[in-house]
């Protein structure tokens, strides 16, 4: 007896349900431009963070690690201890401070500014903080 009333219930939320959803997509269906896969296979707008993520693999892992770690390195027959981006210092110092250290170099630490554009280095900043240090 019970579980007829139940069986009614299910049939009465069911109906709701299906009704829902066929003037859900009545109504969606007209928002979807079918042209969408053509623009997301475009280059013409690269991500930022795709670009820094490169710019970082060929111009910064060899030293500081494909996840910021730093560390010990051998670099040209040198030893070179390179600071984490991850923790210490590297959460304390400011994005200037960053970009000034990419540019400029510091110590150890080599100069990008001829080899990358002011605003590859802004990515690069950014790209450390959200990647090495989730902000
Ligand atoms: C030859 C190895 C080497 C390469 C290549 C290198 N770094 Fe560094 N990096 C260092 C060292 C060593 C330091 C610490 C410098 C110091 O002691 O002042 C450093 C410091 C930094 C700092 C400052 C960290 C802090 O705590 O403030 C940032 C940011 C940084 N590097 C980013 C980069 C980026 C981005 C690249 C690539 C464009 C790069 N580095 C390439 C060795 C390297």
Known sequence: MTSA??????????????????????????????ASPATATATATPDPS???RLDFRKNCEDCHGDRGQGG?????????KVPSLRDGHALNHTDEKFVKQISEGDDEMPAFKDKLSAEEINDLVRFIRKEFQGK
């Open 72 to 80: 010990p390195v051998e670099i040209e027959g040198r030893k070179v």
């Open 5 to 34: 009333k139940f069986a009614a219930l299910i049939l009465v939320v069911g109906c709701f349900a299906t009704a829902c959803n066929t003037s859900g997509t009545l109504t969606t269906n007209h928002t979807q431009p079918s």
């Open 50 to 52: 795709a670009e820094a």
